[in-house]
């Protein structure tokens, strides 16, 4: 999909985004909105409480998932922290056209 940066990607284009991404992993990986557990996405531009609580809400309608279905989002070195050491603890530095350090 393309970007999900919402200090430089417009809300309507994050959400049409997203909604094919979920409109795909439902019809190749069999996704299935209703027994969907939970959720988080880590996205750049995702950083304030109040940008995680809207992003959260944009990643809610995009996946169809019903209201009760606890859902989080953050920047996405929170993610890439996780999946670099397959943990949540420890220390990321990505460097390249942007940097950020995350520990």
Partial sequence: GGSTNRNSTP????????????????SEGGFDPAS????FVGTAGVD????RAAFAELLRRAAGLPA??????????????AGA????EGILLIAGTGSIAYG
């Fill in 85 to 88: 050491l397959g943990a949540p």
């Fill in 48 to 51: 304030r409480p109040a940008d």
């Fill in 11 to 26: 809300i309507a284009e994050i959400e049409a985004t997203l909604a094919g991404l979920f409109a795909r992993a439902r």
């Fill in 36 to 39: 969907c557990a939970g959720g």
């Fill in 68 to 81: 009760a279905t606890p859902l989080a989002a953050g920047n996405d070195a929170e993610p890439a922290l």
